[in-house]
């Protein structure tokens, strides 16, 4: 049971490239979310799911994309990477929302030059 | 979350139970009450998670004010292992979490 999984560890983008940051489930979870750390900041959500087909915005949306075909993949998408999404990127998965615990993956550290 | 404040930094001495507070002032009847912690270059780890009665847990002791509008994340007998940014987060009941801006433990043997 590997949890919540993550790739990359790390990237680097130069300003207008396009990525997508992967994360992929393995519990069986229906919620699953997407999060940015700035430096000694909190986090943020950005984007979250309730279910293959279902996704919505979070406090922090402009300038991604996801998509969740699958119960296990929730991918983020970056289309034009601009310096302010420099940051720490954190996946996480739950079974019922905010009625359980969240797990987190170990995170993409993206910087954007 | 401006609305879920928290002290910047704590020091405990080890072996001694600490006492983490938030202040979630503007939480709802059906907001759910999560902690979480942090290390360095990790991801954050759940602690504990409640929505009106105290609750405990192997990690830790959440205790809920009467009126909600604050809680204490206890650790009975803080380890070294223990020193990490500690995260309060209102969940309203639905999809979201809020989080605030962390509380960083320090535990001096």
């Known amino acids: 049971n590997a949890g919540v999984t993550q790739t990359p560890k790390f990237r680097i983008l130069k300003i207008g490239q396009s990525m997508t940051l992967q994360c992929t489930q393995d519990?069986?979870?229906?919620?699953m979310y997407w999060y940015r750390q700035d430096p000694g900041m909190g986090l943020k959500l950005i984007y979250y799911?309730?279910?293959?087909?279902?996704?919505d915005k979070g406090e922090v949306p402009n300038g991604y994309n996801v998509s969740r075909s699958t119960t296990e993949d929730f991918p983020l998408r970056l289309e034009l990477a601009a310096p302010s999404q420099t940051s720490v990127y954190f996946c996480a998965s739950s079974l019922s929302g905010t009625r359980s615990p969240q797990f987190f993956g170990p995170g993409t550290r993206l910087t954007v030059l | 979350d401006a609305k879920t404040t928290q002290p910047n930094s704590m020091e405990s001495n080890e072996e001694e139970p600490v006492h983490l507070p938030c202040n979630h002032s503007t939480i709802s009847g059906t907001d759910y009450i999560h902690w979480y912690r942090q290390l360095p270059s990790q991801g954050p780890e759940y602690v504990i998670h409640?929505?009106?009665s105290n609750v405990n847990n192997r990690m830790a002791s959440l205790a809920i004010a009467e009126d909600r509008k604050s809680s204490t994340l206890i650790l009975h007998r803080a380890t070294l292992r223990d020193a990490a940014v500690y995260y309060c987060s209102r969940a309203p009941a639905g999809n979201q979490f809020y989080f605030g801006t962390g509380t960083s433990l320090t535990v001096i043997p």
């Open positions: 519990m069986n979870h229906n919620y």
């Open positions: 409640g929505l009106t």
């Open positions: 799911s309730v279910g293959a087909g279902i996704t």
